[in-house]
């Protein structure tokens, strides 16, 4: 592996990771669901993951939502942080099928690839990962946990649609920019 490519990673996991955890308390309730909302640090997640892959979007997303509840909360609550990591992986893992940093986000196809791939990150680590450990870890009513579950994933595919769609295509549309130019003599 490069070694410019693995500095990247680690700054964009500090940046990622600080912008995720400063943006846990930039929330919108849901309200008839307790302790969901609409969370635009989902859309740094996802925009951190499919530029950078992976490991970026799995540290981002653990370590963020760990910061962000030890910090903002007093606690961590384990069962909503792996999930977290779940969806920075899923994302990240069709990294290089985005182009984002090539500059080939622009296309509906590649757009809709994006927002298919989050949906179902989310819907594994919201609707299945996020409601079992609750259940598992915490002995939470499954009822409870399961409409908890639904409504995140609502929650964060919106937000994602939205937001971290706008994220990666401006970046794309600056990052194809930049490609082409050239050294002057």
């Known amino acids: 592996m490069d070694k410019k490519l693995c500095i990247r990673e680690v700054v964009a996991m500090g940046i990622g990771t600080a912008l995720f955890t400063v943006l846990t308390t930039v929330q919108v309730p849901l309200g008839f669901v307790p302790n969901t909302a609409l969370q635009p640090r989902m859309a740094v997640l996802a925009f ?16 963020g939502h ?24 899923g994302i990240g893992l ?20 994006f ?11 919201w609707i299945v990962v996020a409601p079992v450990l609750d259940i598992l870890v915490y002995a939470e009513p499954a009822n409870k946990v399961f409409a908890q579950g639904f409504f995140a994933w609502l929650g964060n595919v919106i937000i994602i649609g ?23 003599d």
């Open 94 to 113: 069709f990294a290089r099928k985005y182009a984002i940093k090539e500059g080939g986000f622009v296309s509906t196809k590649t757009i809709v690839f």
């Open 48 to 63: 951190m993951s499919a530029v950078f892959g992976p490991i970026v979007g799995g540290v981002i997303g653990l370590l």
């Open 66 to 89: 760990a910061l962000g509840d030890a910090l903002f909360y007093g606690s961590v609550w384990w069962s909503w942080v792996f999930p977290e990591a779940v969806v920075g992986v």
């Open 162 to 184: 939205i937001l971290g769609t706008i994220l990666a295509v401006a970046y794309s549309k600056v990052a194809g920019q930049s490609r082409d130019l050239k050294k002057e």
């Open 115 to 125: 927002n298919v791939v989050q949906a179902v990150a989310n819907a594994i680590a």
